[in-house]
């Protein structure tokens, strides 16, 4: 804004000082809408204001300036920053997640996002980047919604015939997907129209058996449990694998399956292959793979000395192999319902958590802890072990390892371990409830001092017991 004011002597000074501050103030708002002029960027979890200015490829000094009054060294989740440089966006920069099943094309239709944009956005120069658990940002304007009503082209259907089933016509559905025309469509792609949908089954970019499919929480992390929830066509039956393991999948009662995978503490954070198989009623088959995001646990180190026995391999080798085939077998029976519970009473103290790259006598950091430890913290502390779930005792004994231990089976694939124990108090074959007394804390096996090491296994893999 260019203000001139020709000063007359005769003109009051009184007059004359209201005209200088007015001209400040609109000298100021102007300086602060060229500063605060750019698309918003919600603060997400994890964030720091380096990570965010690589993100969109800006500095740090450039968000600091787009922002005045942000402190560098103090943001917070859900805190709104200005991102400059990114000219044509405007609104807010949400983040979403590739989910499984998703693609390029239809989350640029479904938010009505031009492809190019989208790619600029994210830093897209490969297909390759695309994978579930991939966090994408996505602009979103003022009273915008995303296109909810899925559709798909069946073999040898015109866009025109698609249309007129979903109360459209072709021009309107070639302009929503950014087609070159409506001859422009492909069997089997992911098109969106508005409106409400008017099928009962959700369209993805999976085939016809798979009427839908959740992954509860992405991206997937080292010692997390993937849950894979898969709503089937009738009379379907499922089967899969997630990086090397195969999957297991039971119904939940509302048409619905799902499998439970544990993610190894040791796999590389990297995009590994989930597969999905189908078997329909007249025994064809339908699969859909697609390559998944598994992120780093951000495990600590640290060192410590045991006798040699404990780590020697002609040792720990057998005993981790009988373990392993201990907690290999998936009983089809669920005998849990809820959330687990403490294996030791309140209070309690953690001596060791899951995850810590461990390096023993020396050796470099490439065993893992992987259980959570439960110490005795003062004179007066229970040494009480309790049942997490209800479930099955498959074993209870003495280890070398792991001391006098004792696993249960809870169904479905799902195991926990007590390890380390005084006394055992219950036997091979027993059913047990949750918080059911079983065992005493002790010093056997593999230790440095008494404690419960409790471990708990999603399919045949060691998973955070948190």
């Not at 805190?79 to 239809?106: A, M, R, W, Y």
């Not at 995850?355 to 005795?376: C, E, K, L, P």
């Not at 072990?385 to 479905?412: M, Q, S, W």
Request: proline content about 6%; glycine content about 10%.
């Amino acid at each position: 804004m260019k203000l001139v004011t020709r000063y007359n002597s005769r003109m009051p000074k009184r007059f004359f000082i209201i005209i200088l501050i007015v001209s400040i103030f609109y000298l100021s708002v102007d300086a602060v809408s060229a500063q605060s002029s750019g698309p918003v960027y919600i603060v997400q979890s994890g964030d720091t204001l380096s990570a965010i200015a690589g993100r969109f490829n800006v500095s740090v000094d450039a968000l600091v300036a787009a922002n005045p009054g942000l402190d560098p060294n103090l943001i917070s989740q859900g805190q709104q920053v200005i991102i400059p440089g990114l000219e044509g966006v405007t609104g807010v920069l949400d983040t979403e997640v590739v989910n499984f099943g998703d693609s390029f094309h239809s989350l640029a239709r479904r938010t009505q996002i031009q492809a190019d944009m989208l790619r600029k956005l994210n830093r897209l120069i490969s297909p390759s980047e695309f994978y579930v658990g991939a966090s994408m940002i996505i602009p979103k304007q003022d009273n915008a919604t995303d296109l909810t009503n899925r559709i798909t082209p069946a073999a040898d259907e015109t866009l025109l015939e698609l249309a007129v089933k979903n109360n459209s016509d072709p021009w309107t559905l070639s302009d929503l997907n950014n087609l070159n025309g409506t001859w422009d469509s492909i069997p089997g792609d992911v098109l969106y129209s508005s409106g409400k949908s008017t099928s009962s089954t959700v369209a993805t970019g999976l085939p016809s058996a798979f009427t839908n499919v959740q992954i509860t929480t992405l991206p997937l992390v080292q010692g997390g449990t993937g849950e894979i929830i898969v709503t089937p066509a009738n009379g379907v039956t499922l089967d899969g694998t997630l990086v090397d393991k195969p999957l297991n999948f039971f119904p939940l009662g509302d048409g619905r399956m799902v499998a439970l995978q544990g993610i190894h503490a040791l796999l590389d954070p990297g995009v590994y292959p989930l597969r999905l198989n189908a078997t329909l009623p007249d025994g064809t088959k339908q699969s859909f793979e697609q390559m998944m995001l598994v992120a780093s646990g951000n495990y600590a180190r640290e060192a410590l000395a045991v006798p040699s026995e404990f780590i020697d391999p002609t040792v720990t080798g057998p005993e981790d192999k009988q373990v392993l085939s201990m907690v290999s077998p998936v009983t089809a029976q669920k005998f849990w319902d809820g959330i687990f519970g403490l294996p030791v009473a309140q209070p309690f103290c953690i001596k060791d958590w899951f995850g810590i790259r461990r390096s023993f006598n020396g050796s470099d950091y490439n065993y893992f802890h992987a259980g959570v430890d439960y110490g005795i913290c003062s004179a007066d502390h229970p040494f009480d072990i309790y049942a997490a779930a209800p479930g099955k005792v498959i074993f209870a004994g003495p280890l070398t390892v792991r001391g006098n231990a004792t696993f249960i089976d809870h169904g479905e694939g799902i195991y926990t371990g007590y390890f380390h124990q005084e006394e055992i108090y219950v036997q091979v074959g027993q059913q047990v409830q949750a918080g059911e007394l079983i065992g005493k804390i002790g010093g056997t096996g593999r230790v440095t001092g008494p404690h419960l090491h409790w471990e708990v296994w999603v399919n045949g893999v060691q998973v955070n017991p948190a």
